[in-house]
């Protein structure tokens, strides 16, 4: 991408903006890092998203925009990373998330009696819950309340959809 830029550029003569996804500009690697190697003259304006509040200051960029990690489960609820908290931001309708009582806003703080404070921490808990056969157990807070969600077993279809494919 650089490069084609750099060539454009000198083709052209006119600015380039270069519109890329967050891995190719975070903690200044990537395309600003190659394009100050491969066109010294060049002006760089980096804008870059801030996933966390407390990275601001580690972060190498000229402007910032706040774009916190999301992921979005296989049971149906799309997460939010934001300071060592896990938020639900939606739940699709009829997933095993609806299914169990999750619903936008909870926070998710512990997975089979671990504390959840990045993806990570819940992949690792649904790993260990797969691979010992054994439910997923949410801790929830909802509104100040904390209470426990049995999210069943991962990976595992329910009886009644086995049965329909012959298993």
Same mark, same amino acid.
């Given at each position: 991408?650089?490069?084609?830029?750099?060539?454009?550029?000198?083709?052209?003569?006119?600015?380039?903006?270069?519109?890329?996804?967050?891995?190719?500009?975070?903690?200044?690697?990537?395309?600003?890092?190659?394009?100050?190697?491969?066109?010294?003259?060049?002006?760089v304006?980096?804008?870059?998203?801030l996933?966390?509040?407390?990275?601001?200051?580690?972060?190498?960029?000229?402007?910032?925009?706040?774009?916190?990690?999301?992921?979005q489960?296989?049971?149906?609820?799309?997460?939010?990373? %934001?300071?060592? $908290?896990?938020? +639900?931001?939606?739940?699709?309708p /009829?997933s !095993?998330?609806?299914?169990?009582?999750?619903?936008? &806003?909870?926070?998710?703080?512990?997975?089979?009696?671990?504390?959840?404070?990045?993806?990570?921490?819940?992949?690792?808990?649904?790993?260990?819950?797969?691979?010992?056969?054994?439910?997923?157990?949410?801790e929830?807070?909802? %509104?100040?309340? $904390?209470?426990? +969600?049995?999210?069943?077993?991962? /990976?595992? !279809?329910?009886?009644?959809?086995a049965?329909?494919s &012959?298993?």
């Amino acid at each position: 991408m650089a490069q084609n830029a750099v060539d454009l550029r000198q083709g052209t003569g006119r600015p380039v903006v270069i519109v890329a996804g967050a891995g190719h500009v975070e903690r200044g690697w990537g395309i600003a890092h190659r394009l100050e190697r491969l066109d010294p003259k060049a002006q760089v304006a980096a804008l870059v998203p801030l996933r966390d509040a407390r990275d601001f200051q580690a972060q190498d960029g000229d402007a910032f925009f706040y774009c916190p990690p999301m992921f979005q489960s296989r049971m149906g609820m799309v997460l939010e990373a %934001r300071q060592d $908290r896990i938020l +639900v931001v939606t739940v699709r309708p /009829g997933s !095993r998330a609806d299914t169990v009582g999750i619903r936008p &806003g909870d926070e998710l703080v512990a997975a089979q009696g671990r504390p959840m404070r990045s993806f990570k921490d819940l992949h690792w808990a649904g790993k260990a819950a797969h691979d010992a056969d054994e439910p997923l157990i949410l801790e929830v807070v909802r %509104r100040g309340e $904390r209470f426990v +969600v049995d999210a069943g077993l991962l /990976g595992k !279809r329910p009886e009644s959809e086995a049965e329909e494919s &012959g298993e």
